[in-house]
C-alpha cells in the first residue's frame, strides 16, 4: 500500500520462485504496472528466453489483466550495474531500468489539498523519540507539531505530531512538511496500531484497513514449569505477566500474530502463519531473556457447510533428479498429492505438491534429510479442504526417570535403544526427554547411572565406551518433533523437550494422547 508499481526481479536460470507467485499476485490484485527485469544474464546455465516465457505464464495463471501482461522485460547484471532493453544491445549502465521506470510507474495519486487522510502501514522505533508510525500520505498535507485525529478500529482519539520524518532511500531525514504520496514516519504517537488512519479533527474519516491472511498455525506458549526453570543465568522475564506483555507487544507489531488467553492463566495461544514464523518469534524473545515451554504446532480449522476443514499449501519443491521418488513418497504418505512437475533437464526437477498444512508439521528436517541437505521447499496457502486422517511420528520417545547428570556408561548401554539428544556431562530432571526410541511406544531409562566400582580389575571387562553423536535440537526442529503430550522447554542457552507430565507413574501411555489429539481437532 505504500508502493505505486512494482519491479519483479528474476534469476536468468532459477526463473519464478514460490515467493515470485506470492509477492505478484498481491501486487497484481493492487493493480500495480509491473516492470520484468530478468537478472544474472551472465551465468553459465542462464537462459533468458525461457524463463521469460515461464513469467509470461506465471501472469497468466494469476490471472492478469491484459494491460498488466503487456509488461516490459529488461535484461540485466545487477552486480556491474548493467541492463538492457534487448539481449542484443550493447550494455554499459542502468540507465535504461531508469528510463523504463519514469515511462511506465504513474507519479503517486492523491491530492496534496484535500483533507489529511495518512494510512499507518509498519510501526518502528527510534532510540531518541520513540515509536514511530510508517505510513503513507492517500491526500492532504501534514506538518509538524501539528494537532491530528487516529482512527481505530473501534474509537477516535486527537494527538499531536511531535517529529516528522519522510524517506531518502533506505535513511529517515527530519522534515517540516510532507504532501500526498509520500511515504512518512510520525513520532509522538504512542497507542497506535497497523491498519489506524491519521486524519485531520474536521475530516475524521478513516481509510479501509488492511487486512492479512488468516494465520493457518496455532501453538501454546507458557510459564517454564520445569524443574530447571530460571537457573541460567541469562533468564530475566520468567512471569506469566511478562510472558503476556510481550506477546501482546509482538501482535502490535506484526500483523501475522494473533493472541488469545486459555484456561489457564499462564499458558497462551499464539496464531501464525507457519511454524518458521513461530519460531522466529521464540528465538527472539529467547535472546530477549525470556523463558517458555512451548507445545506442538496445530493447524487452525474451520467449520464449513458443517464439515471440519483444515488449511492446504501449495508446496513448491526443487530437487535433484535422483531425489524425486523418495521426495514423492514421503509427501504421498502425508497426504500430498503431486499437480506438476517440471524438468527442464539440467539435472534439478521442480514439483508442485498440494497437501494438508497439518502434513508439513515436522516434514522439513525429513525432507533435509532425504535430499541430503540439497532440496529446496516453499509452501504457499492454498485454501481449505476436510479434515482427514494422517500419521505423526512413528517412533516414541526415551524419557528420564530419575534427576542427575547424564553418565557415559548409562548412555553406551541405552544407544541400542534409539538416538540420543545430548552430550554425556548435561544434567536431566524427571521426565526429560533425552531421545528418540527405535520403538512406536515411550520407555523411561536411567540415563545417570555410573559404572560401580571395585577393587579387581580385568582388562577383558574394562569396555571402550563410543557414544554416537548425539542430534542437537534448534526450536524448529524441536516444535516439528514434539508429540501432543509433550513440550519444548526454551531457555537463553537451551533447548530442551520434555513430557507434559513429568512423573513417570502419573503419565497416560503414548497412544493414548496421540489418539485423543488427532481425532478431536481444535477448532
Not at 504513474?106 to 496534496?112: N, Q, T, V
Request: charged residues 30%; glycine residues 8%; proline residues 7%.
Amino acid at each position: 500500500m505504500m508502493a505505486d508499481g512494482a519491479l519483479l526481479l528474476v534469476d536468468a536460470a532459477e526463473g519464478p520462485l514460490p515467493q515470485t507467485r506470492f509477492v505478484l499476485r498481491k501486487c497484481l490484485e493492487r493493480g500495480f504496472p509491473i516492470i520484468v527485469v530478468i537478472n544474472k544474464i551472465d551465468r553459465s546455465d542462464a537462459r533468458p528466453h525461457e524463463v521469460l516465457s515461464e513469467v509470461f505464464d506465471l501472469f497468466c495463471d494469476l490471472e492478469a489483466s491484459d494491460a498488466q501482461t503487456d509488461f516490459p522485460a529488461l535484461y540485466a547484471v545487477g552486480r556491474d550495474g548493467l541492463a538492457k532493453r534487448e539481449l542484443s544491445d550493447e550494455a554499459t549502465s542502468l540507465v535504461p531500468l531508469f528510463d523504463t521506470i519514469l515511462e511506465k510507474i504513474p507519479p503517486a495519486p492523491g491530492d496534496p489539498d484535500a483533507p489529511l487522510q495518512i494510512i499507518i502501514c509498519n510501526l518502528a522505533h527510534d532510540d531518541y523519540v520513540g515509536r514511530l508510525a510508517v505510513g503513507r500520505i492517500v491526500q492532504g498535507t501534514i506538518k509538524k507539531a501539528q494537532n491530528v485525529v487516529v482512527v481505530g478500529e473501534s474509537s477516535t482519539r486527537e494527538e499531536s505530531v511531535k517529529v516528522l520524518f519522510t524517506f531518502e532511500g533506505l535513511k529517515r531525514t527530519p522534515c517540516e512538511s510532507a504532501a500526498a504520496g509520500e511515504n512518512v514516519a510520525i513520532a509522538g504517537i504512542e497507542d497506535l496500531d497497523i491498519g489506524d488512519t491519521i486524519a485531520t479533527p474536521e475530516f475524521p474519516v478513516a481509510l479501509p484497513r488492511i487486512r492479512v491472511e488468516e494465520p493457518t498455525i496455532k501453538m501454546k506458549i507458557g510459564v517454564n514449569t520445569s524443574p530447571f526453570a530460571g537457573q541460567s543465568k541469562a533468564s530475566k522475564y520468567l512471569t506469566s505477566r511478562q510472558l503476556k506483555e510481550r506477546l501482546e507487544l509482538e501482535t502490535k507489531k506484526n500483523l501475522a500474530i494473533k493472541l488469545e488467553p486459555t484456561d489457564s492463566p499462564d499458558t497462551f495461544t499464539v496464531y501464525g502463519r507457519g511454524e518458521l514464523g513461530l519460531a522466529i518469534l521464540v528465538e527472539t524473545m529467547r535472546r530477549e531473556g525470556y523463558e517458555m515451554v512451548l507445545s506442538n504446532p496445530e493447524v487452525v480449522t474451520r467449520v464449513i457447510d458443517g464439515k471440519v476443514m483444515e488449511p492446504v499449501e501449495l508446496v513448491v519443491i526443487d530437487v535433484p533428479d535422483a531425489f524425486i521418488g523418495v521426495v514423492t513418497e514421503r509427501l504421498g504418505r502425508r497426504r500430498g498429492r503431486m499437480v506438476k512437475m517440471h524438468n527442464p533437464g539440467f539435472g534439478r526437477a521442480r514439483l508442485d505438491f498440494r497437501m494438508p498444512s497439518r502434513g508439513l508439521i515436522g516434514f522439513r528436517s525429513e525432507f533435509l534429510t532425504s535430499t541430503r541437505g540439497t532440496g529446496l521447499l516453499n509452501t504457499l496457502f492454498d485454501g481449505w479442504e476436510e479434515w482427514g486422517p494422517m500419521i505423526r511420528r512413528a517412533n516414541g520417545a526415551i524419557v528420564a526417570d530419575r534427576p542427575g547428570e547424564a553418565t557415559p556408561y548409562a548412555l553406551f548401554h541405552l544407544q541400542p535403544r534409539g538416538v540420543f539428544f545430548l552430550n554425556p556431562g548435561e544434567k536431566v530432571y524427571e521426565g526429560m526427554i533425552v531421545g528418540e526410541h527405535n520403538r512406536p511406544n515411550d520407555t523411561d531409562v536411567n540415563a545417570i547411572k555410573e559404572k560401580k566400582l571395585s577393587n579387581v580389575r580385568n582388562h577383558g571387562k574394562d569396555e571402550n565406551v563410543a557414544l554416537a553423536a548425539p542430534r542437537i535440537f534448534t526450536i524448529e526442529t524441536a516444535m516439528e518433533w514434539i508429540d501432543a503430550d509433550e513440550l519444548v522447554e526454551v531457555t537463553p542457552d537451551a533447548v530442551r523437550v520434555r513430557k507434559r507430565i513429568l512423573s513417570c507413574n502419573l503419565r497416560p501411555r503414548r497412544q493414548d494422547a496421540i489418539e485423543d489429539a488427532q481425532t478431536q481437532p481444535a477448532g
